[in-house]
Nanobody
Framework: QVQLVESGGGLVQAGGSLRLSCAAS???????MGWFRQAPGKEREFVAA????????TYADSVKGRFAVSRDDAKKTLYLQMNDLRPEDTAVYYC?????????????????WGQGTQVTVSS
């Protein structure tokens, strides 16, 4: 079973940037990957997804134009570049691996999850 380890979270002021990383222990290439987040008292929500070959990407409307997902299969690492951060982006961010074909936006469609990394945006 793959292990996914997120890093790069932290405290940042509104308007700032962070880059999250998600390192996979194995079996990264060939899989569609996604980022999700969960704020206190809220359900986990979709943020971004990238196809196994990087050819297709989709974002939640709330982050479109501000966040960018990418992957480096040689390093078995998924990235999420977050710019123009807002207080409402505060959440625990999770990366996930799907075993299904195509881009997936529901957390039930992802089988493998990291432990999450906290992102806090102050106003």
């Amino acid at each position: 079973q793959v292990q996914l380890v997120e890093s790069g979270g932290g405290l940042v002021q509104a308007g700032g940037s962070l880059r999250l990383s998600c390192a996979a222990s194995r079996a990264f290439s060939g899989y569609n990957m996604g980022w999700f987040r969960q704020a206190p008292g809220k359900e986990r929500e979709f943020v971004a997804a990238i196809k196994w070959n990087g050819a297709s990407i989709t974002y939640a409307d709330s982050v479109k134009g501000r966040f960018a997902v990418s992957r480096d299969d040689a390093k078995k690492t998924l990235y999420l570049q977050m710019n123009d951060l807002r207080p409402e982006d505060t959440a625990v961010y999770y990366c996930a691996r799907s075993r299904l074909a195509g881009l997936r936006t529901k957390d039930s469609e992802y089988a493998d999850w990291g432990q999450g990394t906290q992102v806090t945006v102050s106003s």
